[in-house]
């Protein structure tokens, strides 16, 4: 299975997005399911997860505004992000938890302005 990430894009402050995260084959197989995020001169972090279960749990800078949601059938794990801040502006991608190489992909580019 291959994940790849989709839906970024420029918003302005307080703007929405959602994001999505498609998985090549049956994403059922992958217990725990996450967003990290990079934005420039900084370390990738874990923003988000979502247990094969339902289970989320969100990073303090982001709870209460973004929503993880997985759909199995569909093979998709979304992201679906809210009163978006310049400071959320990064590359966003989609791996398992604990993170694998093999799942990294290119990510989508989420640009906030003030």
């Known amino acids: 299975v291959q994940l790849q990430a989709s839906g970024g894009g420029l918003v302005q402050a307080g703007g929405f997005l959602r994001l999505s995260c498609a998985g090549s084959?049956?994403?059922?197989?992958?217990?725990?399911v996450g967003w990290y995020r990079q934005a420039p001169g900084k370390q990738r972090e874990l923003v988000a997860g979502i247990s094969s279960g339902g289970r989320t749990d969100y990073a303090d800078s982001v709870k209460g505004r973004f929503t993880i949601s997985r759909d199995n059938a569909k093979n998709t794990v979304y992201l679906q992000m809210g009163s978006l801040k310049p400071d959320d502006t990064a590359i966003y991608y989609c791996?398992?938890?604990?993170?694998?190489?093999?799942?990294w992909g290119q990510g989508t580019q989420v640009t906030v302005s003030s």
């Open positions: 084959g049956s994403i059922s197989s992958l217990n725990v």
């Open positions: 791996n398992t938890i604990p993170s694998r190489e093999i799942y």
